[in-house]
Structure formats: structure tokens, C-alpha cells
């Protein structure tokens, strides 16, 4: 059958190992979780999955999900997304598994977590009871932007669910330095590269040639910054 499949993808600068073996297959019956902060654009990423899973597995249904708290107001970007790549979509209450959907079979359920990684996490355990042994694939969308301690935490939990990352919003800003390092320092498997603006296109595979260009520019920025504050100091010292 059809599939999307990330096999093993590895990088290293010197002995520093910056891409670690990323593996993401999608099978028929499995489940496809997105998970990451608000304003990530994890649900436009899980539209943009959905819509190529479904150009690729012709002969399986694609579904969407929104696992919600029915507490809050939700919004309604999913069901119009769902309702632009005509798709079904159902809502699962977050609190009550009991009235999560049954689980189909010839269906692919891709699922958008609307709520906090820190929730994702506390219903955990339900999730994988759920599930039961049925393969479970974790998405985190890295919008760029985010500040650096922020950064960090959130690719804690990203080890925690050990989820393929993202990194989004490439469409808007670029990744600084100080989040290109966090993601090094973290060792995060960063899978897929994408734009949230538009539901269409701008999504790739972080392959090791796109992310060469990232940690480039990382070095080069870098090796400027300690070019212009040596350049500052000589021109302080001869001034005085």
C-alpha cells in the first residue's frame, strides 16, 4: 500500500549529531496525533497532512479529529479545513474517552489535539489504553518565534511523546540562532519543514540538504556576530 516513510534520516557536524534517525510511516488503521503550543499551526499542519495522506492512500478513508475541551470555545479552522479537502470530521471530548469515536477500520484518523502539550500529556495513558496496539504516530509543531526558554520546554515534552518535530511558520520568520542552537541542544528529531499561511504546498521533508542550509546560516551568522563585536572593540581601543 501507500504511505509516507521518513527512513533513518542522520546528520552530523564534526561529532555533534543534528539530525537523528527520523523514522515516520503511516499506515492503513493508524492514528496521526498533532500536538505543540498555541499558535503553532498544528491544526493547518494537520490539514496539510491530511490532504497528501489522502492523495496517496486513494483507497482508504482519511479522517479528521479534534480532541477538544468542551469547556472551552473552540475554534473552527479544522471543520473548515475538513470541509475544503471534503473530509469527514468528528469531535472527541479530551475529559470523557468513553465517548471517543470507534476506531474503523480502512480509516487513517488524523488527529488535532486542541488543547495544551501539557494536557496531551496528562491524558497520555488513555490515549495508549485507547489505542491499544495500534501504532500511534506523534507530530509537535515548532512555530519559529518562540523564545528561547519556551523553546525549550516544549521540545522536553516533545522527547517525552517521542514526537517527530515540525518546525512551522517558516512562512513568516525564519529560525534565530538561539533556536536553531536549542534544537541542537536537544537533539530534536525534526522531520518536516512547512509554511502555516495557506493550506496548500510548503511542506518538506527536513532532509539533510535543506537542513544544511539552516545550520549554515547558523554558522555564518555566528562567525558575523564574533566578526562585528571584535571589529567594536577595535574601534573602542582606538578611540582611546
Same mark, same amino acid.
Given at each position: 500500500?501507500?504511505?509516507?516513510?521518513?527512513?533513518?534520516?542522520? %546528520?552530523?557536524?564534526?561529532?555533534?549529531?543534528?539530525?537523528?534517525?527520523?523514522?515516520?510511516?503511516?499506515?492503513?488503521?493508524?492514528?496521526? !496525533?498533532?500536538?505543540?503550543?498555541?499558535?503553532?499551526?498544528?491544526?493547518?499542519?494537520?490539514?496539510?497532512?491530511?490532504?497528501?495522506?489522502?492523495?496517496?492512500?486513494?483507497?482508504?478513508?482519511?479522517?479528521?479529529?479534534?480532541?477538544?475541551?468542551?469547556?472551552?470555545?473552540?475554534?473552527?479552522?479544522?471543520?473548515?479545513?475538513?470541509?475544503?479537502?471534503?473530509?469527514?470530521?468528528?469531535?472527541?471530548?479530551?475529559?470523557?474517552?468513553?465517548?471517543?469515536?470507534?476506531?474503523?477500520?480502512?480509516?487513517?484518523?488524523?488527529?488535532?489535539?486542541?488543547?495544551?502539550?501539557?494536557?496531551?500529556?496528562?491524558?497520555?495513558?488513555?490515549?495508549?489504553?485507547?489505542?491499544?496496539?495500534?501504532?500511534?504516530?506523534?507530530?509537535?509543531?515548532?512555530?519559529?518565534?518562540?523564545?528561547?526558554?519556551?523553546?525549550?520546554?516544549?521540545?522536553? %515534552?516533545?522527547?517525552?511523546?517521542?514526537?517527530?518535530?515540525?518546525?512551522?511558520?517558516?512562512?513568516?520568520?525564519?529560525?534565530?540562532?538561539?533556536? !536553531?542552537?536549542?534544537?541542537?541542544? %536537544?537533539?530534536?528529531?525534526?522531520?518536516?519543514?512547512?509554511?502555516?499561511?495557506?493550506?496548500?504546498?510548503?511542506?518538506?521533508?527536513?532532509?539533510?540538504?535543506?537542513?544544511?542550509?539552516?545550520?549554515?546560516?547558523?554558522?555564518?551568522?555566528?562567525?558575523?556576530?564574533?566578526?562585528?563585536?571584535?571589529?567594536?572593540?577595535?574601534?573602542?581601543?582606538?578611540?582611546?
Amino acid at each position: 500500500m501507500s504511505g509516507v516513510t521518513l527512513s533513518n534520516i542522520t %546528520k552530523k557536524y564534526g561529532e555533534t549529531q543534528v539530525i537523528h534517525g527520523i523514522d515516520l510511516e503511516i499506515k492503513d488503521g493508524d492514528f496521526c !496525533v498533532f500536538v505543540g503550543p498555541s499558535g503553532c499551526g498544528k491544526t493547518t499542519l494537520a490539514a496539510k497532512f491530511a490532504s497528501l495522506l489522502s492523495e496517496m492512500m486513494e483507497a482508504r478513508i482519511v479522517r479528521l479529529v479534534s480532541m477538544e475541551d468542551t469547556n472551552r470555545p473552540q475554534p473552527r479552522l479544522l471543520p473548515h479545513y475538513a470541509h475544503m479537502l471534503n473530509m469527514p470530521v468528528a469531535h472527541w471530548p479530551i475529559s470523557q474517552p468513553t465517548d471517543w469515536g470507534p476506531i474503523a477500520r480502512n480509516t487513517l484518523q488524523i488527529i488535532d489535539m486542541a488543547c495544551t502539550t501539557d494536557e496531551v500529556i496528562q491524558i497520555w495513558p488513555d490515549l495508549q489504553d485507547y489505542f491499544g496496539d495500534r501504532k500511534l504516530q506523534v507530530v509537535m509543531a515548532i512555530p519559529s518565534g518562540l523564545a528561547t526558554n519556551r523553546l525549550a520546554h516544549e521540545l522536553d %515534552k516533545a522527547a517525552q511523546l517521542d514526537a517527530q518535530i515540525v518546525l512551522t511558520k517558516l512562512d513568516e520568520t525564519e529560525f534565530s540562532v538561539p533556536e !536553531v542552537s536549542q534544537l541542537i541542544t %536537544k537533539s530534536a528529531k525534526v522531520g518536516w519543514l512547512t509554511g502555516t499561511l495557506e493550506l496548500s504546498g510548503n511542506l518538506a521533508k527536513a532532509t539533510c540538504e535543506i537542513m544544511e542550509q539552516y545550520l549554515l546560516g547558523y554558522v555564518i551568522e555566528k562567525e558575523y556576530d564574533t566578526d562585528a563585536s571584535t571589529d567594536a572593540v577595535k574601534s573602542d581601543m582606538d578611540a582611546s
